[in-house]
């Protein structure tokens, strides 16, 4: 039932349903996930270890957020400078070679506990993993059939899920004030990359589509250019400042660890029937709905900070703001050409981007303002800003009709060029059933 239900979604509603796609889709590429997975474990451990470990050193909340903006810089920069670079030098060669960065990157943090270094540090890390990302995603591309694309997009998106919740189990399991924790991150990176490279085979081709620019993606899509714009700020805040927020709130190291689990895991929760709701509604009112929720349950922790309500607040802001990446996606695909998604999708990555490294520097200043619910605040305001913006917009044009909308395809903001020129190579792939399908009604 859950092969069938994700192959929906992932394929589009007019495809024909063959037998356990899902699990077909895992067995021809494991390694490839195995590898994804231990390498989000990495990721999303050190992100947790270093939130909590610069609160044990001292580092006052603007530092923090500066270490934590520094990632999504490297990562932006990697977004528009790896694409070049491995064009020139090849998969292999800089997959080796930032993998080795990103394994020492992770030893010298706790080795050099100052601030400004952490800040450099973070910015390689983040150009380093970003290449990285559009290495794997180019194999693991290159090596699924077009009629297992959409299945392999769901799978992908739960494997990052799932290694980034598994994540915050090892923060519990030792001392973050000492070095070995950062020790079993850098070994679990670094074991990572070997199912990647044995299990590939013919390097993949990798070219990158011509970009829109961002003034005409936005006569086409203003909610989508604003949405991700906005979504990019909730994610950087989330995925950055939940640590340093769990520290300023005084909480442990055990529940902030469940505390950042519980933000994943709603997303992986509720990922797939939002995804299902957007294929049968106008996608502008689910995308109105969801971040009116969000900024509604952003404001709880101001009436309580109990542990079970920041489990639930969570939970749901997890829940909402993971599928609103890819409805936002989908919905400006809508209005697209097929052919012109691909070239859009460099411009939504860059807004995303850019957001990214804004947020959790604004999310360091609200707490220094309010305190720790300042983390909320922040994320109540975006929430509440694609909210007032989505019924803008509902005023200003009609929904498309949903027979003539593209199928909801989950996708992550850690998506790379790769993984987001494969989403709208999923769209083509939807519509070109669609036709198909009318013709053989027409026949």
């Not at 290159?142 to 923060?171: D, E, K």
């Not at 070997?194 to 990798?206: E, G, N, Q, W, Y």
């Not at 992986?268 to 969801?290: E, Y």
């Not at 909210?387 to 989950?410: C, H, I, K, N, Q």
Request: proline share 5%; with cysteine.
């Amino acid at each position: 039932m859950a092969d069938r239900y994700l192959a929906q979604l992932g394929q589009g509603k007019t495809q024909v349903r063959k037998s356990r796609p899902m699990t077909r889709a895992f067995l021809m590429s494991w390694p490839l996930f195995l590898g994804i997975f231990l390498l989000m474990v990495g990721n999303g451990s050190q992100g947790t270890l270093l939130g909590i470990r610069g609160n044990l050193e001292g580092f006052s909340t603007l530092h923090l957020s500066l270490v934590m903006s520094a990632y999504f810089a490297g990562f932006l920069g990697g977004s528009q400078l790896a694409p070049e670079l491995i064009r020139r030098v090849g998969h292999i060669r800089v997959f080796a070679a930032l993998a080795s960065f990103i394994s020492a990157i992770l030893i010298l943090y706790p080795t050099i506990t100052d601030p400004w270094v952490w800040i450099a540090l973070r910015v390689v890390f983040g150009f380093c993993m970003c290449g990285v990302y559009v290495t794997a995603e180019s194999w693991l591309n290159s090596s699924t059939p077009n009629n297992l694309r959409g299945q392999t997009l769901s799978l992908y998106m739960i494997v990052q899920t799932g290694g980034v919740v598994a994540a915050q189990a090892l923060p519990m399991l030792g001392d973050p004030s000492q070095y070995v924790l950062f020790v079993v991150v850098s070994v679990l990176v670094s074991i990572s990359f070997a199912p990647i490279l044995l299990s590939v085979t013919p390097t993949p081709t990798f070219s990158s589509t011509k970009r829109m620019g961002i003034a005409q993606l936005f006569k086409v899509s203003p909610l989508g250019c604003v949405g991700i714009l906005l979504m990019g700020g909730v994610y950087s805040s989330t995925f950055g400042m939940a640590s340093v927020f769990g520290t300023s709130a005084g909480l442990s190291v055990s529940q902030i660890s469940l505390f950042i689990a519980a933000i994943y895991v709603g997303g992986l929760i509720c990922q797939f029937p939002i995804g299902w709701l957007s294929d049968r509604m106008d996608r502008r009112r689910l995308i109105l709905a969801t971040a009116a929720m969000g900024a509604a349950v952003a404001v709880l922790p101001f009436l309580s900070l109990s542990f079970p309500v920041l489990l639930a607040v969570g939970a749901v802001i997890g829940g909402v703001s993971n599928p609103l990446y890819g409805l936002l996606v989908a919905h400006t695909a809508d209005f697209l050409e097929p052919d012109d998604m691909a070239s859009a999708s460099g411009q939504l990555l860059f807004l995303n981007g850019f957001a990214a490294v804004i947020g959790p520097v604004i999310t360091g200043f609200a707490m220094g303002t309010v305190g720790p619910n300042g983390f909320f605040l922040f994320l109540a305001v975006l929430f509440a800003g694609l909210t007032l913006y989505a019924g803008y917009r509902m005023t200003r044009r009609p929904a498309p009709a949903v027979s003539e909308t593209g199928d909801f395809a989950p996708v992550l903001p850690t998506a790379s060029v790769v993984t987001m020129e494969a989403v709208a190579e999923s769209y083509m792939d939807s519509e070109d059933a669609e036709e198909h399908e009318e013709e053989d009604h027409a026949a």
